[in-house]
Nanobody
């Protein structure tokens, strides 16, 4: 079992930055594929970025060059640094981890453990 708790969401103006943090317990962030996902109102959940056990990131095209995903093994946390935010980034952001070490794919459906989310709102 792995428990995940997100923090760091809030409101920001377009062009601003936010950092989201996901604190893990029950297992190490170094032992699983992990990712950040988001769901805007009336839209399906989408993958923002994932990072494998070797800390290799993979990003959605919509956030490439603006967002950075990283792991801090000592603190057992997953972080998403978001720069140059736009109103289209407004969503509930979720942290998730796979049940087994490998990344099975980019889709949210391949992730097993989920946090409850943190809201990010970007105003124009």
């Amino acid at each position: 079992q792995m428990q995940l708790v997100e923090s760091g969401g809030g409101s920001v103006q377009a062009g601003g930055s936010l950092s989201l943090s996901c604190t893990a317990s029950g297992d190490s962030v170094s032992s699983r594929c992990m990712g950040w996902f988001r769901q805007a109102a009336e839209k399906e959940r989408e993958t923002v970025a994932i990072i494998d056990i070797l800390a290799r990131p993979n990003y959605a095209d919509s956030v490439k060059g603006r967002f950075i995903i990283s792991k801090d093994v000592a603190k057992n946390t997953l972080t998403l640094r978001m720069n140059d935010l736009t109103p289209e980034d407004t969503a509930m952001y979720y942290c998730a981890a796979t049940e087994f070490p490998g990344c099975l794919g980019f889709s949210p459906g391949t992730f097993h453990y989920w946090g409850r989310g943190t809201q990010v709102t970007v105003s124009s």
